[in-house]
């Protein structure tokens, strides 16, 4: 019978080796910390990750179908009820393309900060700033990173230090990931301020080398007062914030602070209110966009996983029938028929949150916009369902790029204005319509609250 031996320097190896030395070589002598009971013991299972395993990709090859009509939808006519919502063209190419390069140039990302408080918050005077929000799990963070180049699994999968590192947000299938306001910088600013920014560094380092040859120390004192006050120059084209999520796993006092930040951040530009294409509007929605109403933010709608809402449509579908090919054309009508209906639930929201203000309205600069974006940027096909036109949607909200598009529709005809990107609407409406007495006191109070044009200032 092979005996095992113990080693006889065992003596001269070092205390915490000792130990395992025995236990190797003498197994009957401490069985319950023999190696394999080590292998197996349980506390190693505390050091696993707390996320679920991803589910296996699906087959790109079954399950794939081109994706739905359009990645943006207007309203139907306001005149007509029971009307669909019609696919809006898309942004045209030249800026198209300038969007993709803001948002995807060299150097990729940078993640500039992650602030607890409104406080905390680094002074902006110069940087546009888009924020995203939405209820937990929702996919903004997912979204970041598909803004940035970064397509499914990679957009989806963001953990640890060297996602920080490259710039990206941090992702995850558990509900109150992002506990933080934080901040992204996408693109270089335009060449006027690049040369600003030269002067104002030129500024700084005058200060700072008075802060050195001040000849008396109160001269001093307040040099390094300004050094210590001062902004460091214009970096980025665009500042992304990702916000923690309202719902699952949030907290009020970060409620708060975001509240703080829709009403204080001067250099905030609009807000994307990010709605799950699977569960439509939901309360925290309506509360949300009653809150930016109240603060007077403009707002723009995505949806998210828009991808999922097609697979699942695709599978249903496909059960039914018997020939594939034949699902998937059934299953992308589906598809769109669910996609339909969340945007019609959308626009319904946000016409009843305009109604209980005065001064956030439909197509306005400081409203909502019309047009609704479907995306699907965690897409496990590596898709990113409508990321492309999203960074276009964003670049005009912050006012980056130009929207020339004229869209024409039965009955609404809107003309989207250069400068600023704000749709102006003709409406035909073909028949008087028979209004109530409260509705024709609700516009003109509206009416009244609108500003009013001064023909001269001496007026
Ligand atoms: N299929 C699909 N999954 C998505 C999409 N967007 C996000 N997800 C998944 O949804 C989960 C949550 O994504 P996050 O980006 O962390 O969500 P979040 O809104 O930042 O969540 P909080 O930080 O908790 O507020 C992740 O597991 C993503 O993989 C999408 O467009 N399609
Ligand atoms: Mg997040």
């Not at 130990?19 to 003498?26: C, G, K, P, V, Y």
């Not at 496909?318 to 996609?339: C, F, H, L, P, S």
């Not at 960074?391 to 598009?405: F, M, P, T, Y």
Request: charged share 30%; proline share 9%.
């Amino acid at each position: 019978m092979a005996t095992s031996r113990i080693p006889p320097n065992v003596l001269a190896m070092p205390p915490p080796l000792r130990s395992l030395i025995l236990t190797h070589h003498t197994p009957r002598l401490f069985p319950c910390c023999s190696s394999r009971t080590f292998a197996t013991a349980k506390p190693l299972s505390r050091y696993r990750p707390s996320y679920e395993p991803e589910p296996p990709p699906l087959e790109p090859a079954e399950v794939y179908i081109p994706p739905l009509e359009s990645t943006s939808y207007l309203p139907p006519p306001s005149n007509d009820p029971n009307g669909l919502p019609f696919p809006a063209p898309p942004p045209p190419k030249n800026s198209l393309a300038k969007a993709t390069e803001i948002f995807t140039s060299k150097g990729g990302p940078k993640f500039l900060y992650s602030a607890g408080r409104f406080l905390e918050l680094p002074v902006n005077s110069h940087t546009p700033e888009i924020c995203l929000i939405g209820r937990s799990n929702v996919g903004k963070s997912t979204l970041i990173n598909a803004l940035s180049g970064l397509l499914g699994a990679s957009a989806r999968n963001s953990h640890g230090v060297v996602a920080r590192k490259q710039g990206s947000a941090i992702t995850s299938r558990k509900a109150g990931c992002t506990v933080t306001l934080n901040g992204y910088g996408f693109g270089t600013p335009p060449p006027e301020d690049a040369t600003a920014a030269a002067e104002k560094s030129q500024e700084i380092k005058a200060k700072r080398e008075a802060i050195v040859k001040g000849a008396t120390r109160a001269a001093r004192r307040e040099a390094q007062k300004d050094y210590m006050r001062r902004e460091p120059p214009r970096k980025f084209a665009l500042i992304m914030v990702d916000m923690p999520g309202y719902g699952l796993g949030s907290k009020k006092d970060w409620g708060l602070e975001i509240q703080k930040y829709l009403s204080k951040r001067q250099t905030l530009k609009g807000a994307v209110v990010l709605i799950d294409a699977e569960a439509g509007v939901k309360e925290q929605d309506r509360m949300v966009l009653g809150n930016l109403r109240d603060h007077g933010v403009r707002t723009m709608v995505v949806l998210t996983k828009g991808d999922k809402v097609v697979d699942y449509a695709v599978v249903e579908q496909r059960k039914k029938d018997a020939m594939m090919t034949e699902g998937k054309e059934e299953g992308r009508k589906v598809a769109e028929e669910r996609i339909h209906e969340v945007l019609v639930g959308v626009w319904k929201e946000l016409r009843r949150v305009e109604r209980r203000g005065l001064t956030w309205l439909e197509g306005e600069e400081k409203g909502w916009e019309r047009e609704v974006w479907v995306t699907g940027a965690g897409d496990p096909r590596n898709g990113g369902l409508g990321v492309e036109t999203a960074r276009w949607a964003i670049c005009r909200l912050a006012g980056l790029v130009e929207d020339k598009r004229r869209i024409v529709v039965p009955g609404l005809d809107v003309v989207a204005k250069g400068k600023k990107g704000v749709p102006k609407v003709v409406e035909e409406v073909k028949e008087p319509e028979i209004v109530s007495f409260d509705d024709i006191e609700f516009l003109i109070a509206r009416e009244n609250a609108k500003p009013k044009k001064r023909l001269h200032p001496s007026f």
